[in-house]
């Protein structure tokens, strides 16, 4: 008996070092490099990306995947509104998807020229319709946010002033994915139709959704003490995807 036991046990210790092997090599191929080229009057938005991609049916046709992803985003004349839920909405949390804008809480923060930047966490999902053809969806979960400090116009809805102060801005520090007006910062998300020219090649289409926001050095006493303000482009997308170690 202990004679299996200790053949056993070598037979186990021998294999590891053959399925830490595989685990890895199997990780390599998956390695996933991605570039996003979005485009709309007046906007443009770059990405560059890194994604693993893992199938979670049996014939691995729908993939559940995770990377990161460095968003950046220039555009003239745009105008931010007032960000947060609890005055767009009058509420917070997932109920605000169902909930009509008021009006009356909603400023706008306009720019001459914007410019951000970012680097956030991503969730991906694919469903490969053939071995050609697919469809993808990614998002943007979390991460930090940068660009240069701009001079903008704070201009209320409701409360006109009659001299207008221009006020200074960055773009929000971080980013949260936390559903519609909820969100914090730059998030970026993708809708694709993705075509694989090879085994180690993909190119796509679809269109970019991103949110860019800024914040105001000061805060905005007529907007109740606001100091957050958002923009939501709708871009269209091609990008390409290269996976290097592919076999």
């Known amino acids: 008996m202990t004679i299996h036991m200790n053949k056993l046990i070598l037979i186990t210790l021998l294999s590891i070092p053959s399925l830490f092997g595989y685990g890895q090599s199997n990780f390599k191929q998956k390695h996933d490099f991605g570039l996003a080229l979005s485009y709309a009057p007046n906007e443009f938005a770059g990405a560059l990306s890194w994604k693993q991609m893992h199938g979670i049916t049996s014939k691995a046709k729908f993939k559940l995947g995770y990377g990161l992803r460095f968003n950046a985003y220039a555009a003239s004349n745009r105008t931010y509104i007032t960000a947060p839920a609890y005055l767009t909405s009058g509420e917070k949390g997932p109920q605000v998807l169902f909930i009509e804008n008021i009006e009356e809480n909603i400023d706008t923060f306009s720019v001459a020229k914007a410019q951000h930047n ?86 796509n289409a679809g269109f970019t959704f991103l949110f860019t926001e800024y914040t105001t050095t000061e805060k905005i006493t007529y907007n109740d003490n606001n100091d957050r303000f958002r923009n939501k482009s709708l871009l269209g997308m091609i990008s390409i995807n290269y996976k290097p170690f592919k076999k």
């Open 118 to 203: 970012s680097l956030n966490a991503v969730i991906y999902l694919e469903y490969d319709i053939s071995d050609k053809w697919g469809v993808g969806f990614n998002i943007d979960a979390a991460g930090i946010a940068f660009g240069k400090e701009v001079l903008g116009t704070p201009i209320s809805s409701n409360k006109p002033v009659n001299t207008v102060n221009q006020l200074s801005a960055k773009p929000t520090a971080y980013n949260v994915l936390l559903i519609s007006d909820n969100d914090i910062g730059m998030l970026n998300s993708e809708l694709y139709v993705k075509y694989n020219v090879t085994t180690k090649l993909t190119v």
